[in-house]
């Protein structure tokens, strides 16, 4: 049996999985990340937005931005409108993706796509390429980077619980946006909808709790609202589906494996954002990893990437968890809690 030796194994090569390899590799230390696609970042699953500032933490470059937006508009069920400024940039989120990735290959990180991690077994990473091929991988960290259902999660008993399905479709828009537009509705149970620009085409999508409705039928009804309001017209042009988490803040280390991003549900409960948290978790992971392999001190590599990134979000995702908790018990009171549960408010910022 031929096993592989690298100092750190990343699995997945999203954006928190090649942050954390580009920056492990930038350390100096043997990096690879696997990955089950055959090519990284695709299908998409997101609604491809992401802060302006985030561009110079991500350092890779600018050829996958489409549009620049300069905020965002909340549109409530009483009609109000409440627009906010939050420079931002529709992406395309493939290009994103492989762009990061190959700054991890510039730095040092060999990238195997096609191969899937399937087992954990006498400190050997067991992965299957498309073919079917067996092979083993010995790292001395592991990190999981490997989404929503992470299997690398699974490893040490911390999975995400609490996934929020979302459904998106392109569509033409009758005319430009230059913000980006977040309606909530009693029907979108504990979510909302939005309306995401591309210059001439929108990401239009909803993530809602399914119990209280077939989410395919409320989606098409928010598109048909959105036609009569002029806002898209024609038929989708592309869907994608995909799950979010929204989970309260847990202990995502254990032995020599860290997770990061969707697979540590560092997603924020409310929004539903993680492309700006899993980079810069993907980095601390990274750098933190590669100094438990310098210093041959795996165990204070866990503990100071668990507190580094508990430091920069867990308070901003245990008060969206709140938030959350408040939205899903008071939805039949829509209108009294809504500015308490949505981030472009006042309210929200305010202790419960």
Not at 54 to 64: K, M, Q, T, V, Y
Not at 108 to 126: D, K, M
Not at 147 to 158: C, E, K, L, Q, Y
Request: glycine fraction near 8%.
């Amino acid at each position: 049996m031929k096993i592989s030796n690298f100092d750190i194994c990343v699995v997945g090569a999203g954006p928190a999985g090649s942050s954390a390899a580009r920056e492990a590799a930038k350390n100096g230390v043997n990096v690879v990340i696997i990955e089950r696609k055959k090519s990284v970042g695709e299908p998409v699953r997101c609604a491809e937005y992401i802060p302006q500032l985030l561009l110079g933490s991500a350092d890779a470059g600018n050829e996958f931005i489409v549009q620049k937006v300069k905020g965002m508009r909340t549109i409530l069920p009483s009609g109000e409108v409440n627009e906010i400024i939050a420079p931002g940039l529709m992406i395309n989120r493939d290009k994103f993706d492989k762009a990061i990735a190959r700054e991890a290959v510039k730095s040092g990180a060999t990238l195997i796509s096609s191969c899937n991690a399937v087992a954990f077994e006498n400190e050997c990473i067991i992965t299957k390429n498309i073919k079917g091929e067996i092979s083993f991988i010995q790292p001395k960290i592991i990190i999981g980077a490997d989404g929503p259902f992470s299997t690398v999660g699974r490893w040490i008993n911390s999975v995400n619980k609490y996934l929020i399905p979302g459904i998106q479709a392109s569509f033409n828009l009758v005319k430009p946006l230059d913000m980006t537009e977040v309606y909530f509705q009693k029907e979108i149970f504990a979510g909302y909808g939005w309306v995401f620009p591309k210059t001439n085409v929108a990401n239009v999508g909803l993530g809602m709790l399914p119990e209280k409705g077939q989410i395919k039928r409320i989606f098409q009804l928010f598109a048909d609202r959105l036609k009569a309001q002029n806002t898209i017209t024609g038929n989708p042009i592309h869907w994608t589906a995909g799950w979010i988490p929204a989970e309260p803040v847990r202990q995502i280390t254990s032995k020599n494996i860290m997770l990061v991003g969707d697979a540590a549900g560092q997603t924020h409960p409310i929004t539903g954002a993680g492309v700006t948290q899993a980079i810069i978790c993907g980095k601390m992971a990274g750098q933190w990893a590669a100094h438990g392999i310098k210093t041959n001190n795996i165990k204070n590599a866990m503990d100071g990437y668990e507190y580094d990134w508990k430091d920069d979000f867990a308070e901003s995702q245990t008060n969206a968890r709140i938030r959350r908790e408040l939205m899903e018990s008071k939805w039949h009171d829509l209108d009294s809690i809504i500015k308490s549960c949505w981030v472009s408010f006042k309210e929200y910022h305010r202790n419960i």
